[in-house]
């Protein structure tokens, strides 16, 4: 093969690498903490045609980790990019209700503003930090 050739191959090969493959969303997030004070790390990984999170630690309100019953929850299932840091069109699962909701997500830098909606009702479930 012409060495030309090769690497208009390899090109079209990582050019069509898929559009998650290197999202911003991706990582690690400290979610907002709930009614007892707890808090878990939720994270965002490629799932099929969009992205996915799941709590992978959990911590009580004085911060030391504890096995809750939310530990292994998936609470965002093929959420998609929308343009401009917006993201939508999957579902938000509240792991203490197990209800799901079209999820709403703003990534601003390290933070995630984090929301769902139902029937064109949205509601705000807090600001999510990205865990270092």
Same mark, same amino acid.
């Given at each position: ?14 050019? %069509? *690498?898929?559009?998650?493959? #290197?999202?911003? +969303? $991706?990582?690690?997030?400290? &979610?907002?903490? @709930?009614?007892? !004070?707890g808090f878990g790390h939720v994270e965002i ?21 504890? %096995? *809750?019953?939310?530990?292994? #929850?998936?609470? +965002? $299932?093929?959420?998609?990019? &929308?343009?401009? @840091?917006?993201? !939508? ?44």
């Amino acid at each position: 093969m012409k060495p030309a050739v090769a690497l208009a191959l390899a090109t079209l090969a990582f050019s %069509a *690498a898929p559009t998650w493959a #290197a999202d911003p +969303l $991706a990582g690690t997030w400290r &979610t907002q903490p @709930g009614k007892d !004070g707890g808090f878990g790390h939720v994270e965002i990984l490629p799932c099929g045609k969009g992205l996915c999170g799941t709590v992978v630690r959990t911590f009580d309100a004085a911060g030391h980790a504890v %096995a *809750a019953s939310d530990l292994g #929850a998936s609470v +965002l $299932a093929d959420v998609l990019p &929308t343009g401009g @840091g917006t993201y !939508g069109k999957g579902r938000i699962i509240n792991p203490e209700t197990g209800r799901g909701y079209t999820a709403r997500l703003t990534l601003r830098g390290d933070l995630l503003d984090v929301g769902g909606c139902v029937m064109m009702i949205c509601r705000n479930a807090g600001t999510w930090q990205r865990v270092r």
